[in-house]
């Protein structure tokens, strides 16, 4: 039996972009699995995972709730 690793990259480009996102460099989230979401993590269940500042905008971008998570002007 031959086992194969490919980096996260290779899995990320292979999966349907509309259902997983990465979200920091060691991550790959399915976006149903998503249960909270802050500028700073995720939850999905019995995990909360970091979003990594490099991947912020596609993530936001991504799921569109940029504007749900800006802090309101004084």
Same mark, same amino acid.
């Given at each position: ?12 480009? $292979?999966?349907?972009?509309? $259902? ?7 991550y790959l989230v399915a976006v149903t699995k998503i249960n909270v979401l802050t500028e700073s993590h ?15 905008? $596609? ?13 309101? $002007?004084?």
């Amino acid at each position: 039996m031959a086992l194969y690793f490919y980096s996260i990259s290779y899995y990320a480009e $292979q999966l349907p972009a509309e $259902q997983f996102i990465r979200i920091y460099r060691s991550y790959l989230v399915a976006v149903t699995k998503i249960n909270v979401l802050t500028e700073s993590h995720l939850e999905v269940p019995g995990q909360t995972l970091p979003i990594g500042r490099k991947y912020q905008n $596609q993530v936001f971008g991504q799921l569109k709730v940029r504007h749900l998570l800006r802090s309101p $002007q004084a």
